[in-house]
């Protein structure tokens, strides 16, 4: 059984820094490509960053220099660093693996992260 376990969400304040972690399981982790997305309320799930069973990265613009994605395959976790954070980065905050060739695709249950004064 696959599970995405996501963890570190939480309320911050304008400017301050969150780490998020999402560990998997039943997955050969380092064969999939990692994402995080968010959504938030009335609004459609968006891609925030991505990074590749090579460790190739992607980033939105919206969170380019303020948000870092890495991966630790050993302990089958991938992180998520904001940094800056601001009122609009306010979300749930979604982990996503994918291994396209196999037409696998999965998401953890969210983790809510909230930044206002």
């Known amino acids: 059984q696959v599970q995405l376990v996501e963890s570190g969400g939480g309320l911050v304040q304008p400017g301050g820094s969150l780490r998020l972690s999402c560990a998997a399981s039943?997955?050969?982790?380092?064969?999939?490509?990692m994402g995080w997305y968010r959504q938030a309320p009335g609004k459609q799930r968006e891609l925030v960053t991505s990074i590749s069973s090579d460790d190739t990265t992607n980033y939105a613009d919206s969170v380019k220099g303020r948000f870092s994605i890495s991966r630790h395959n050993a302990n089958n976790t991938v992180y998520l660093q904001m940094n800056s954070l601001k009122p609009e980065d306010t979300a749930v905050y979604f982990c996503n693996a994918r291994r396209a060739v196999a037409g696998r695709d999965y998401w953890g249950q969210g983790t809510q992260v909230t930044v206002s004064s």
């Open positions: 039943g997955i050969i982790f380092r064969l999939y490509a």
